[in-house]
């Protein structure tokens, strides 16, 4: 149903794109020891403008939205480093984790968001 559809498109978006971060940062701890390994992480910049490509979002004037028209995808970007490492890999544990940690904090929250949400749909469906 279209109602759907437009009602949780936008969790729908943050859920896929947070997976995607922690997929990328369980993907950075685990080659933690790996030589050479170059840290990466989302670009937030491309994440928005393809999320606000995607939900319609337009510009009443030319000045509000710039470059609107870029259909720029979500892009990895590498991560640098605080300190150096002898074997060039950019991994920081703690960095990681701490990332991990957060990412897993927001992802929940998008859920239970997105639970609130189809609990005040199913509400109104059974007139409470």
Same mark, same amino acid.
Not at 1 to 11: G, I, N, Q, T, Y
Not at 18 to 23: A, H, K, L, Y
Not at 52 to 56: A, D, I, L, P
């Given at each position: 149903?279209?109602?759907? *559809?437009?009602?949780?498109?936008?969790?729908e978006r943050t859920l896929s794109m947070?997976?995607?971060?922690?997929?990328i940062l369980s993907r950075n701890i685990a080659n933690a020891d790996t030589p050479n390994y170059k840290a990466q992480d989302l670009d937030f910049k491309s994440v928005l403008k393809s999320t606000?490509?995607?939900?319609?979002l337009k510009a009443t004037h030319s000045g509000h939205i710039? *470059?609107?028209?870029?259909?720029s995808k979500a892009n990895l970007v590498y991560t640098t480093p605080l300190n150096a490492s002898a074997d060039g890999n950019t991994v920081e544990m703690s960095v990681e984790q701490a990332k991990y940690g957060k990412a897993a904090a927001d992802y929940q929250a998008t859920l239970r968001f997105l639970e609130g949400q189809m609990s005040g749909i199913r509400k109104a469906l059974r007139g409470d």
């Open positions: 149903m279209k109602l759907f *559809d437009s009602a949780f498109a936008v969790s947070r997976g995607q971060r922690m997929e606000q490509m995607s939900t319609g710039k *470059d609107f028209n870029n259909t």
